[in-house]
Structure formats: C-alpha cells, structure tokens
C-alpha cells in the first residue's frame, strides 16, 4: 500500500516518491470499489532526471509546494478510469 503524505479529499491521496533524497513524483491513491482493498493507485513524475533515456515517459507540470499542490495535466488511472485534477492541494473530479 503506498503511503498517504497528503489528503487532496474525496478520498484521493498523494504519497511522495523519491529517488536519491529527492521527490521525483508521487502516488495517487484512489476510491474503488471493485478492488477488494477498496482503494488502487497510480504513479506520476515531475521530475525527468531518472528518465535520461526516456524522453518520451510523460511527466507532470509541478508549482514545487507539497502542501498545496497543482500538476497538470489531469490523472486518469489506467486501470479503472478515474479521472481528475490536482489543483491548489485538492483533488478536483473531472
Ligand atoms: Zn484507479
């Protein structure tokens, strides 16, 4: 299960990632409620520097406040759909 650092609200949350000490992205928990635990989650990246060999791996648009974050584009899961936007800490449906 990966952490849950920040509480965006409906029941949506971020869990930093790191590599070598730094935040290079997170992950999105979210509802769903054909999983048996409830939740799934999904990753995203703000920072390209663990990517050198892949220049076409999307990362995400970052303001750099991990309190009150907004990334862009929007998140849409993969597995279930889920799709909405991070903006000013908060999880926004679309
Ligand atoms: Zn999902």
Redesign the pocket.
Known sequence: MPRKHLDLGNGVFIGWTQAEGKRIGGIIT?P?PKNESGE???SFWFDRSMFKDDDKRPVWEFNGDFEKPTLSPSFQ?T??G?HGYVRDGKWDPA
Request: hydrophobic share 35%.
């Open positions: 979210h769903n799934c989650w999904a899961c597995d279930c889920f």
